[in-house]
Nanobody, 126 residues
Framework: QVWLAESGGGLVQAGDSLRLSCAAS????????MAWFRQTPGKEREFVAA????????LYADSVKGRFTISRDSAKNTVYLQMVGLAPEDTAIYYC???????????????????WGQGTQVTVSQ
């Protein structure tokens, strides 16, 4: 059974940096698209970034482009989200997600992902 476990969240100040990690189980990690989403209370879970199985292709939400970087280490079955220049509006629970099929296209839609982690809280203060 596939599982995902996020870590690295915390409380930081505006302008700080933070790196989130997502450890994944499963032998097919290197072939599946991985993504990060985030959610705040009362709002829909929104797309943040996605990366292809090979790591060569990435996709970002406009709100984080230029500030966040998604990467992966297939040897460690881990995907990362490096966040710089954090702002209070980045405060959210951040979720890692895995596509249902191997070699799936990058997508911002939640329906493209079938496995989700429990989330890690990121809080950015003024």
């Amino acid at each position: 059974q596939v599982w995902l476990a996020e870590s690295g969240g915390g409380l930081v100040q505006a302008g700080d940096s933070l790196r989130l990690s997502c450890a994944a189980s499963g032998r097919t990690f290197s072939s599946v698209t991985m993504a990060w989403f985030r959610q705040t209370p009362g709002k829909e879970r929104e797309f943040v970034a996605a990366i292809s199985g090979s790591g060569r292709r990435t996709l970002y939400a406009d709100s984080v482009k230029g500030r966040f970087t998604i990467s992966r280490d297939s040897a460690k079955n881990t995907v990362y989200l490096q966040m710089v220049g954090l702002a209070p509006e980045d405060t959210a629970i951040y979720y890692c997600a895995q596509s249902a099929q191997s070699f799936a296209p990058l997508t911002q839609g939640r329906s493209g992902y079938s496995v989700w982690g429990q989330g890690t809280q990121v809080t950015v203060s003024q």
